[in-house]
């Protein structure tokens, strides 16, 4: 018989008025043996804890970018592409070339977004775009990936908030960003945000799904009287 049993046996023995300081005393014992205790915190407990940080890569972290990126994607859009596709664009945005190539271009910017010490996600942005489409002092968020495994605990959100405010830190009226037009859940999760629809493009690359290159563009307005989103309004 363990010792909480054996406790609670005794102390059941002892509860009689005619022992008033054992009935007390046992009372006490009881209610400690059967009380439930406060657990030390599960490992997912303590990972909650633990805050999103971005950190901005530099020629020096190629191979730690091109793995990041490779998983990253691969993960959430293997099933987007037609038979070969995805190798074909992994090659194309994440080799080792084109990824010093826009390390290396003044208005091009690569984000680990990490949590603790470990890489959960990227994103990529382009300053000065879109001139094109008259949006003047624009930046694009061209990328934005979060490993399957990490999403839902708010990662994302933050992320984005962040580039929210150093875009406008920075001086940029406008961000803007492209989206699947049928990923609903991926336009909700942008409105939230405060970006709102602007215009239909479609998605010129091969192998990619046809049924999956209908795009919408949204944008935020970052004037000085707007309000940055709050990772805290959830």
Same mark, same amino acid.
């Given at each position: 018989?363990?010792?909480?049993?054996?406790?609670?046996?005794?102390?059941?023995?002892?509860?009689?008025?005619?022992?008033?300081?054992?009935?007390?005393?046992?009372?006490?014992?009881?209610?400690?043996?059967?009380?439930?205790?406060?657990?030390?915190?599960?490992?997912?407990?303590?990972?909650?804890?633990?805050? #999103?940080?971005?950190?901005?890569?530099?020629?020096?972290?190629?191979?730690?970018?091109?793995?990041?990126?490779?998983?990253?994607?691969?993960?959430?859009?293997?099933?987007?592409?037609?038979?070969?596709?995805?190798?074909?664009?992994?090659?194309?945005?994440?080799?080792?070339?084109?990824?010093?190539?826009?390390?290396?271009?003044?208005?091009?910017?690569?984000?680990?977004?990490?949590?603790?010490?470990?890489?959960?996600?990227?994103?990529?942005?382009?300053?000065?775009?879109?001139?094109?489409?008259?949006?003047?002092?624009?930046?694009?968020?061209?990328?934005?990936?979060?490993?399957?495994?990490?999403?839902?605990?708010?990662?994302?959100?933050?992320?984005?908030?962040?580039?929210?405010?150093?875009?406008?830190?920075?001086?940029?009226?406008?961000?803007?960003?492209?989206?699947?037009?049928?990923?609903?859940?991926?336009?909700?999760?942008?409105?939230?945000?405060?970006?709102?629809?602007?215009?239909?493009?479609?998605?010129?690359?091969?192998?990619?799904?046809?049924?999956?290159?209908?795009?919408?563009? #949204?944008?935020?307005?970052?004037?000085?009287?707007?309000?940055?989103?709050? #990772?805290?309004?959830?």
């Amino acid at each position: 018989m363990n010792s909480t049993k054996t406790c609670i046996i005794n102390c059941k023995y002892k509860l009689t008025y005619e022992n008033p300081r054992g009935f007390l005393f046992g009372f006490y014992l009881l209610n400690w043996a059967i009380k439930p205790r406060n657990k030390p915190y599960t490992r997912w407990q303590q990972a909650e804890k633990i805050e #999103m940080q971005l950190q901005k890569a530099i020629i020096k972290d190629i191979t730690e970018l091109r793995k990041i990126c490779i998983d990253a994607y691969s993960k959430n859009f293997y099933d987007h592409w037609n038979e070969g596709g995805l190798e074909w664009y992994l090659e194309k945005e994440f080799s080792a070339e084109r990824l010093k190539f826009d390390l290396l271009d003044k208005d091009t910017e690569y984000y680990f977004i990490k949590r603790g010490l470990k890489n959960v996600g990227f994103i990529k942005i382009k300053n000065n775009t879109n001139k094109d489409l008259n949006i003047e002092n624009a930046v694009e968020l061209e990328k934005i990936y979060v490993l399957p495994e990490c999403k839902g605990m708010g990662i994302g959100k933050s992320a984005l908030t962040e580039i929210i405010k150093k875009t406008k830190e920075h001086g940029y009226k406008n961000l803007i960003l492209c989206v699947i037009d049928t990923n609903v859940n991926a336009i909700a999760f942008y409105e939230k945000l405060g970006f709102i629809f602007h215009s239909k493009t479609i998605l010129d690359i091969p192998y990619f799904k046809e049924e999956l290159k209908g795009m919408n563009r #949204m944008i935020i307005q970052l004037d000085e009287k707007s309000q940055l989103p709050t #990772m805290y309004n959830r």
